[in-house]
């Protein structure tokens, strides 16, 4: 972890794309796939933009070299938090977060489902490890809020998952804008196409991210949907949540920008 957050230094040409885990990370991938190579993908997405996570450096600490191969821009994904995350004043940053009850909602079904979590609690074990931050990546709150306390910074584009839900294209046309990378308007019907819910989900170069345990269903892609949560929370847990992201989000203008 001390290489990975501290040592290791993204190139100036890097594009880091970076969401608190359940967030419309692989929907990005997926776009930003297409805009830097403007085809479809060909094999596992993270061959295309590699999870920067400790398993992809060697024992020489060492990003393996075939990730140090990929060719400039090079595009790496990342759930770290912005204070331990690799910088670099230089690489460009581009952060999804989602709103925290579709979050617990999403994260719980991936923990489940999942061969490496091991966990089968009950999903009001789980609302009470989400709310504690004892869940993978920690807190929703403390990741959104360190990153949205960058906004500023010129080399860092934030939006949402209900932003890319409601007004796909002009998100796509800011991050080819934001990333100089180009887009036709035959490259956006591709993405469009290849980003669309029903195409992600049955593609299996997605899915092969995912390992579910023995007998479940690879679950990567899910629902897609906002305000999942409603069918999901009780009155007490929705009451609990909403207090929190008063006190937490509090003169921050974020709360206000966060879509239910
Ligand atoms: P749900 O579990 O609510 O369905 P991540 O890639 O960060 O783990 O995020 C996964 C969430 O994004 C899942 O949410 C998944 O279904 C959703 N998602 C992935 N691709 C999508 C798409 N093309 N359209 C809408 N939602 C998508």
């Not at 805009?35 to 295309?48: A, F, G, M, P, Y």
């Not at 579709?102 to 994260?107: E, G, I, L, N």
């Not at 069918?231 to 609990?240: P, Y």
């Amino acid at each position: 972890m001390d290489y990975l957050c501290n040592k290791f230094r993204p190139r100036d040409t890097d594009i880091i794309l970076a969401t608190y885990p359940r967030s419309g990370t692989t929907w990005l991938q997926n776009a930003l796939h297409l805009l830097r190579h403007k085809k479809k993908l060909e094999s596992n997405i993270l061959d295309s933009i590699p999870f920067l996570i400790l398993p992809q450096f060697d024992s020489d600490k060492k990003l393996k070299p075939e990730f140090e191969a990929i060719p400039p821009p090079r595009i790496l994904k990342t759930h770290l938090a912005w204070d331990i995350v690799p910088k670099n004043d230089k690489c460009k940053y581009i952060y999804c977060y989602r709103n925290p009850k579709d979050v617990f909602v999403s994260m719980y079904h991936h923990t489940i489902a999942s061969h490496g979590f091991g966990y089968d609690g009950s999903i009001s074990d789980f609302w009470d490890l989400y709310l504690k931050g004892e869940v993978e990546y920690g807190s929703w709150f403390d990741h959104v809020i360190g990153w949205w306390q960058q906004k500023d910074n010129p080399n860092m584009y934030l939006l949402s998952y209900e932003d890319l839900q409601t007004n796909f294209k002009d998100k796509i046309e800011e991050i080819a804008a934001f990333t100089g990378l180009e887009l036709t308007e035959e490259l956006y019907e591709l993405i469009a196409e290849e980003c669309s819910f029903k195409t992600m989900k049955s593609n299996k170069f997605v899915e092969k991210i995912f390992t579910p345990k023995p007998g479940e269903n690879s679950a990567h892609i899910r629902k897609g949907t906002v305000g999942g949560w409603k069918e999901v929370l009780t009155a007490d847990q929705n009451k609990v949540i909403d207090e929190m992201i008063e006190s937490r989000l509090k003169g921050l203008s974020i709360r206000d920008k966060l879509v239910f």
